[in-house]
Structure formats: C-alpha cells, structure tokens
C-alpha cells in the first residue's frame, strides 16, 4: 500500500516530516528502500552492508558489516574515483533506481525480474 497517497505536500513539508517509504524491491542480493526525501537505501543480503544514496547532501554513506561508515561526495567521487568494491555498489544502485524510475507501478512494492 502507499502510504499518504491522499495527502498533498506543501511548501516546506519536506523539512517538517520524517521521510517515509515510497517503494520497495527485492532482489535476490538486496532490499532496495526509496523514501520520500529522495533517498535510496540498499541493503544487502550477503555481507550485512548498507548503501544509502542522499540526494540533499549529494553523498553516499557506506555503512560495513562491523557497522563502520563512511560519506563520500558524489562530486569527489566522480573528480578522484573510487575502490572496485563501491564502483560495484554504485553501479547496482543506478540499475536499482533506474528500474524504480521506469516502473510506472502505484503499488509500493515492485517485482524483481532477475
């Protein structure tokens, strides 16, 4: 179901309320969260680590298994590059929200085709 469907935001609401889940989709390595404020959440199954894409910050938080973190700049990214292992993640994360981008379903949650 999709919560607050019947609800209009106004100005400045995006400050005021907490984000709530938009979508959702399951793979069979990850669960991929959208919210709200734009924000992506993957998590994945095998390891335990979180990927989560900020567009307000344009950032990326990196969170392991022993639940360390790390915030990289999506501007220092593209200018310096970055490890194999998130080159990895970021381009999952792309395929993630170009499949959440094309899905023209209302629903909240959405089929994985793999």
């Known amino acids: 179901m999709t919560a607050g469907a019947n609800t209009t935001a106004q100005e400045g609401d995006e400050l005021a309320w907490l984000p709530y889940l938009k979508k959702w989709l399951r793979t069979s390595c990850a669960i991929v969260l959208h919210l709200s404020n734009g924000t992506i959440q993957i998590n994945f199954f095998q390891d335990h680590t979180k990927f989560i894409l900020c567009p ?52 909240s949650r959405l089929e994985d085709n793999t």
């Not at 910050?57 to 593209?78: G, P, Q, W």
């Open 56 to 107: 307000m910050m344009a950032a990326v938080t990196c969170i392991n298994k022993n639940r360390d973190f790390h915030t990289y700049s999506l501007s220092l990214l593209e200018e310096y590059g970055c490890c194999e292992e998130l080159g990895r993640q970021l381009c999952y994360a792309h395929t993630m929200v170009d499949r959440m981008l094309s899905s023209k379903s209302p629903s």
